[in-house]
């Protein structure tokens, strides 16, 4: 085991090739410092300087450990830094999963404002649905996540923050006879082959969608069923089926499919950040930023502009 301060010392002489002008600068006298050179040398094994009475020399092994000891130098002066910023939550690893949908809302925004406002913490992100995310928060691989699900209905035993409600619209084949309307009717839709995600993914939505088209009179009739809302999507444009996807992933334009809203109360889908208690430090900074980031974008536009650095 080799201490901090033989290395220290070791480095001076190296870098003033002169004991007295070393002894100096550490503020000490000479003999010490010849003696803990000597320690190292013990220590190591090797010889580190070529010493005359005129001279001193790095020897091969001298100039290699003079690289090494100063890489550890540099990170042990920066060791009460990062342990100060992690236990602050301003540095570390934050593994965030997120279901697909959220990346078309504000997630690419959340996600820029926090690396912006915590340069030293490393994301870890992860696209993953409800039912894979619950799976890796039980193996702790992953720190918070946001999920989808129906009004209400977070996983029990996490502590959650709502950032998105929206309603859920319909996506149809370009070709679908009621593709001209802005809004759709029941009976536009009553005989369409249905394309959804499994219940597993997401079940409290899939039982909200599926309940809601029998409260309308229709009879849902699942012809595939896709995990992902882009797979979901692709479906659609092959002409295979329509499918609800919440309103964000409208802004996913893909040849061939339309968009349209269902006439009467939607179906509303939420999506949360959840993350279990208590929170790491790194956590709650993230959950901080969401939260502060929702809110900006809740005030009036002008309020905004003027809240603005000049």
């Known amino acids: 085991m080799i201490e901090l301060r033989p290395l220290r010392q070791f480095v001076a002489?190296?870098?003033?090739?002169?004991?007295?002008?070393?002894?100096m600068r550490l503020a000490m006298t000479q003999p010490p410092l010849t003696l803990a050179?000597?320690?190292?040398?013990?220590?190591?094994?090797?010889?580190?300087f070529e010493r005359t009475r005129r001279t001193v020399e790095l020897t091969p092994a001298g100039h290699a450990l003079l690289e090494e000891a100063r890489r550890l130098l540099r990170a042990a002066e920066a060791l009460?830094?990062?342990?100060?910023?992690?236990?602050?939550?301003?540095?570390?690893?934050?593994?965030?999963?997120?279901?697909s949908s959220i990346a078309y809302a504000a997630l690419p925004l959340w996600l820029r404002a926090f690396r912006e406002?915590?340069?030293?913490?490393?994301?870890?992100?992860?696209?993953?649905?409800?039912?894979?995310?619950?799976?890796?928060?039980?193996?702790?691989?992953?720190?918070?996540?946001?999920?989808?699900?129906?009004?209400?209905?977070?996983?029990?035993?996490?502590?959650?923050?709502?950032?998105?409600?929206?309603?859920?619209?319909?996506?149809?084949?370009?070709?679908?006879?009621a593709g001209a309307r802005t809004t759709l009717r029941e009976r536009d839709i009553a005989d369409a082959p249905l394309l959804i995600f499994p219940r597993a993914v997401t079940p409290s939505l899939y039982d909200a969608i599926l309940a809601g088209q029998r409260a309308r009179g229709l009879t849902p009739h699942v012809a595939q069923e896709a995990i992902?809302?882009?797979?979901?999507?692709?479906?659609?444009?092959?002409?295979?089926?329509?499918?609800?996807?919440?309103?964000?992933?409208?802004?996913?334009?893909?040849?061939?499919?339309?968009?349209?809203?269902?006439?009467?109360?939607?179906?509303?889908?939420?999506t949360s950040l959840i993350w279990r208690e208590p929170a790491a430090p790194v956590v709650q900074r993230f959950i901080d930023e969401v939260r502060a980031q929702i809110d900006a974008q809740k005030r009036p536009r002008a309020q905004r502009r003027q809240s603005r650095p000049a």
């Not at 050179?37 to 580190?48: A, D, F, K, M, W």
């Not at 692709?234 to 919440?246: D, K, N």
């Open 13 to 23: 002489v190296a870098e003033e090739l002169h004991f007295g002008r070393a002894a």
């Open 37 to 48: 050179v000597q320690g190292l040398e013990r220590t190591l094994g090797v010889r580190l």
């Open 80 to 99: 009460p830094h990062a342990v100060q910023a992690a236990a602050l939550g301003h540095a570390g690893r934050l593994r965030l999963a997120f279901v």
């Open 117 to 177: 406002a915590y340069p030293e913490v490393q994301l870890q992100l992860r696209e993953a649905t409800l039912d894979v995310q619950l799976v890796a928060f039980a193996a702790d691989d992953i720190d918070a996540g946001f999920v989808l699900h129906a009004p209400g209905a977070v996983p029990p035993g996490f502590a959650a923050l709502t950032v998105l409600s929206e309603a859920m619209w319909l996506a149809l084949p370009e070709g679908h006879a």
């Open 228 to 270: 992902q809302m882009q797979t979901l999507v692709s479906l659609v444009s092959a002409g295979i089926g329509i499918a609800w996807v919440p309103e964000s992933v409208t802004r996913l334009q893909r040849p061939g499919v339309v968009y349209r809203r269902l006439a009467g109360t939607p179906v509303t889908a939420e």
